[in-house]
Structures are given as C-alpha cells and as structure tokens.
C-alpha cells in the first residue's frame, strides 16, 4: 500500500484512466479533479498551425478556447483569433471517439462552462468531493453560490452535442475498421474474461495502432516489468510480455469500461451530486477562477493529501506539457492554466512505484 495520497488533475480520457487503476491496482491517486474538456490539440501541429500566422509558440503568453474561437495571448498584448473550424484539423485523432465532456468519474469536475467571468462551474459527484468543497467553503478558500436552471441546460446541452458529434464518428469509424472498444455494453465478467486472454499486443492493435491512444502512460506506469516506455509518441514495449500479465490492457481508458465506471450516454454531465457556481477567495492566477489552483491548496494545506499530480509548461520548450508529483504550492500556482495538448501525465508515479517496491 502505497503510503502517498495524491490528488491528481486531468481531462476526461485522463480521469478514466485514473479511474480504472484506482479499480485494478493498489494506485496511490485519491482524489480526482477531473477538467470540461471538448478536444486537445497536437503540440507538433499546433506549431505548425502557428506558423501560418506567423507565430511561434514563444509568442504567446496565454490560450483560450472561447465563441468558436482559440484566442492568443501574446506577449506583446496583442490578442490573435483563430477560428476552432481552422484548428480543429490539429485536433487529435482520438478526441473524436471521446463522449464525455465533464470527467465523469472524478471526484470533482471543473469547467468554465455555464458560469459567469471569474466563476467556474463545479460537479461534486462523490462523497469525498462534497466533503472537500464543504471544507473549502469553510475555510474560505472559495465561495459558491447556486447553479440556475438556464446554466444546467447550456452545460447538459453542449455535453449532449459531444456525446451526439461523436457517437457519429465512432459509427462511420467502426464501419470502416475495429470496434471502439471502450463504448462496448459488456459485463464485468465478460470485461474479466477479455482482460485475462489480452496482453500488450491486443493492446497495441486495438487502441495504439488504431488512433485511439490518450498518451496517458497508464499503460506504463501499470506494467509490473517496465517494459512499457512512453513519451511523446506511441507506447512502444521492449522486452515480451509475462504471459500471465494484462495489467497495460486492464488500465487503459480506451479499452473496456467497468459497469460502475459507465456511462450509457443517457446522462449528458453523467451522475453527481450538485452542481455548483464557484469562485476562488485566495488565488487569481489561471483559468476558470483558479478553483483547481485553490482547491489543491486547500487539500495539500490541511493534509487530506500528501502530493498533487499536475501538468507544468517546460521552461526550455514554450508551452510543451510535462507531469509532475508535488507538495509546493507556489508550484501548484505556476503551473494553473490550460496547455491544450497532452503529456504522460503517469509518468512521475513510476518513481513513487519503485519507490514503495
């Protein structure tokens, strides 16, 4: 047993993940503050894409996805508008098999959508998230007011247009090719049964080769032999996998879903417990009110966590992704705000596996 107790931020597909070592494997994640996420971008392209504008990511000092446009920031305080038509031939390819916008098995889910300038909206879906927000409020980390009907019905609406968009996709894609296999209706002990006869292979050839990878490093961190190794690129396996070990396959979000982890899709925002207008009483940096920010504060603060497992910029290559494990606020604070593309956000819990090894 692991002796950590993180809190861990991501977007839906990343939250899932999350989800399903919290079900396999003795994970040392506890709480889960899961992103709204509609779509992510490709780093690569997204440079590219810049170009064309006659940027480079080093000029920018802040991104916003807003009224169908990714507004940039410069430096130099100008503000660029690309239209999210024009971006969205950057956008991932597995974002379109994705139907969840609100990261519907965290603890809490946080977005802007529904609330007004400097408030986000905020989905306590467990016991363990009402407690926090309950405390937060408390303390006076945040203050929190009522969600009205007409902001229920714009979140439930756009949530629904993800889940429609996509189920599409996932039906002209497996016309074309393999099932998705994360939307299959199975029982937990059919899922049992298909995990135990799958390995790397199966993984690589029903998710990895067919587009659906998240980059998540799930799959890396679960693999009881290190053979797995992922960085920007696909996972790539060094060695033969243990016959006996499934643990890649069981983890992965893009393979089959637990019945209790499951959304039928009938639930546009999936099941919770309140939904929330929230503002941030002690931080202003970021976005969607700091409420990640402040509520990571407020759990490393008063010790319901040891760590905070988070997404920082790199210093050497502008706004470029990396994961980190830790306990420093000030560090919490730096690294608020959206990047808008994807890292292995598991990678640092290897450490503290080996380390509990």
């Known amino acids: 047993m692991s002796e950590h107790r ?27 503050l899961g992103l709204f996420c509609m779509e992510n971008f490709s780093y690569k392209y997204f440079g590219n894409l ?14 916003q996805i807003d009224k169908g446009f990714v507004f940039l920031l410069l430096k130099t305080k100008e ?36 609330s007004e300038d400097g408030w986000s909206t905020v989905i306590i879906r467990s016991r363990k998230g009402m407690e926090i927000v309950e405390g937060a409020i408390e303390q006076k980390y945040i203050e929190a007011k009522e969600f ?5 019905n714009l979140l439930n ?5 993800k889940i429609n968009k996509n189920l599409e996709h996932i039906e002209k894609k497996e016309f074309l090719a393999r099932p998705v296999l994360y939307q299959r209706e199975k029982s937990d002990d059919s899922i049992a049964d298909e995990i135990s006869q799958s390995n790397f292979l199966d993984l690589k050839s029903n998710i990895i080769d067919v587009g659906a990878c998240v980059l998540c490093g799930a799959c890396e961190y679960a693999c009881p032999d290190n053979l797995i190794t992922i960085d920007d690129t696909k996972p790539i396996m060094k060695g033969e996998c243990p016959q006996d070990c499934h643990a890649c396959f069981a ?44 509520l990571l504060d407020y759990l490393l603060t008063n010790d319901i966590v040891t760590d905070a497992l988070i997404v920082d910029k790199k210093d050497d ?25 994807v890292c292995p956000v598991f990678k640092p819990l290897k450490d503290i596996k080996e380390e509990a090894d």
């Not at 170009?51 to 802040?62: A, G, Q, R």
């Open 6 to 32: 993180i809190a861990m931020v991501g977007t839906p597909c990343e939250i899932m993940a999350a989800s399903k070592m919290q079900h396999y494997t003795d994970s040392p994640i506890d709480v889960k």
């Open 50 to 63: 810049l170009k064309e504008y006659d940027l480079k990511m080093d000029d920018i000092e802040k991104f």
């Open 79 to 114: 503000t660029v508008k690309i239209p999210l038509s024009v971006a969205k031939r950057i956008i991932r390819k597995n974002c379109n098999i994705c139907v969840e916008l609100t990261s519907e098995t965290s603890d809490i889910s946080i977005g802007s959508i529904g």
């Open 148 to 152: 009205s009907e007409p902001q229920f």
């Open 157 to 161: 609406k756009l949530a629904g247009n």
């Open 251 to 294: 983890v992965c979000p893009r393979t089959f879903i637990p019945e209790d982890l499951r959304n039928d899709n009938s639930k546009p925002i999936g099941d919770y417990v309140k939904v929330l207008s929230v503002k941030s009483i002690k931080h202003s940096q970021g976005q969607d009110g700091s409420i990640v920010t402040t």
């Open 317 to 341: 290559l502008a706004w470029k992704p990396y994961a980190k494990v830790t306990r420093d606020i000030d560090e919490v604070v730096k690294s608020g705000g959206t990047k808008y593309s």
